[in-house]
């Protein structure tokens, strides 16, 4: 029996994804639930398993093609466990059942209409970027047909020049130059800035905040964090500000469409993180609701999945305001960029510590800035600043005692802030 193979849904709001890498080829065996594609949308990147134990039939689309959710982008001739398969190089597949469906002439069929085509539109797409002709490429693909690795290895046997052609409307570099590919994870990030930026009207605003007591903190609490599995970073303690912080400014908590704006009655607050050639962003949900304990173990949880591809769909959706935090990588402030249809993303800098001047005196204390792109569609610079204020407050607030999990509920807060 064939299956198909859709262009899965991967959350209420997805409406299309691209094919980033096919995990098989035609003519494969797949167990069920093992990884044939890498998809990604507008919301995450994930891994499409094989819902059936089986062999590759059909492969549609080549990988680069956006298509709606729902599409069929492969078949699977299914197999049942006791059926017997020869392997996935052969031409062909037999089934022990005489009463199942005739694999062996579906594929071969298959072949024959694959072998009139010959070639894929990846493979016209490639032939005309590097202005080649196909008819001097020798394939190797199944019924001599030409691959992609064909055009490639074509192009670098004749020393062509590595850029595409006038006629894709591309400068050819010199000799001097290297042209590099953009990944189809980059080009998708590229047009959701695009987009944003086109759209929302950014303003930037920054505050300077002493983190000293919060680093204190830290310090005097690493132990106990490490008891609890968990290496406790500053984000954990923005998240708890920005989430209180929230509920007294909901105009940050809002999204806008044509009919008004939107205000969110609830605080989830995505968190970017960066992954090969991109970012994602889960989402702790009721962030508002948590401690620090569970923020801290959260946040610790899903940057792992992340960067494993393990995060769940479900768990990039619904945000209503975005952190970065740039200052992992050593940047002391930026101007992110919003993430649609939220109003605002705040952006963390570098800890640092530096001398700075309290009470008409020189002191170290350990800085930070805090940097919040906006809307300004939305709000003015002065709720913009009034709200970062709050959250300069409570930081530079932080009562600086030991862990004690029977003082810490998502009622009473940590360290007397909330």
């Known amino acids: 029996m064939s299956v198909d193979i859709i262009m899965p849904q991967m959350g209420e709001s997805v409406v299309e994804g691209t094919i980033l890498k096919w995990l098989i080829k035609e003519g494969d065996r797949v167990e069920k639930d ?10 995450i990147d994930s891994e499409a398993p094989s819902p059936v134990r089986g062999v590759i039939k059909n492969i549609l689309y080549p990988e680069g093609s956006t298509l709606p959710v729902l599409t069929v ?5 299914e197999v049942e466990a006791h059926d017997a398969v020869i392997p996935s190089n052969s031409k062909s597949v037999t089934m022990e059942k005489t009463d199942k469906f005739d694999t062996a002439k579906a594929v ?5 209409a694959e072998a009139e085509r010959r070639y894929s539109p990846l493979v016209r797409k490639l032939a005309k970027e590097y202005g080649i002709a196909l008819e001097e490429i020798k394939g190797t693909g199944e019924g001599r047909r030409v691959t992609k690795k064909d055009v490639m290895e074509y192009v670098a046997s004749k020393q062509a020049v590595t850029t595409p052609s006038p006629e894709a409307g591309k400068e050819r570099p010199t000799e001097r130059e290297t042209l590099i590919r953009i990944s189809l994870k980059r080009k ?6 695009a987009q944003s930026k086109s759209t929302a009207a950014h303003v930037t605003t920054v505050f300077e905040v002493d983190m000293t007591k919060v680093e204190k903190y830290r310090t005097l609490n690493k132990d106990a964090m490490k008891n609890e599995n968990i290496h406790l970073t500053y984000m954990p303690f923005v998240i708890l500000a920005v989430a209180r912080t929230l509920k007294e400014c909901p105009m940050l908590n809002a999204s806008w469409t044509d009919e008004g704006i939107v205000q969110k009655n609830y605080v989830n607050i995505g968190i970017a993180v960066s992954v090969e050639d991109g970012l994602i962003v889960p989402v702790i949900k009721d962030a508002d609701k948590k401690d620090l304990l569970q923020t801290a173990r959260q946040v610790q949880d899903i940057a792992q999945r992340s960067r494993t591809k393990k995060i769940k769909p479900e768990e990039v959706q619904g945000g209503t305001f975005t952190i970065t935090n740039y200052g992992l990588n050593g940047s002391l402030f930026g101007t992110p960029v919003i993430l649609l249809p939220q109003t605002a993303i705040l952006g963390v800098g570098a800890v640092v510590k530096r001398p700075v001047v309290i009470d008409d005196a020189i002191a170290i204390r350990s800085m930070a800035y805090l940097s919040l792109s906006f809307d300004h569609r939305v709000m003015d610079g002065a709720d913009a600043d009034a709200f970062l204020r709050k959250i300069k407050n409570i930081l530079e607030g932080w009562e600086v005692s030991p862990y004690e999990a029977k003082r810490h509920s998502p009622a009473t807060g940590y360290g007397g802030v909330w």
């Open 108 to 112: 071969a069929k298959t072949e024959e």
């Open 73 to 77: 982008i492969a078949r699977i001739e």
């Open 188 to 193: 998708i990030t590229a047009e959701r800035m």
């Open 34 to 43: 093992q990884p044939i594609v890498e998809i990604s949308t507008d919301k």
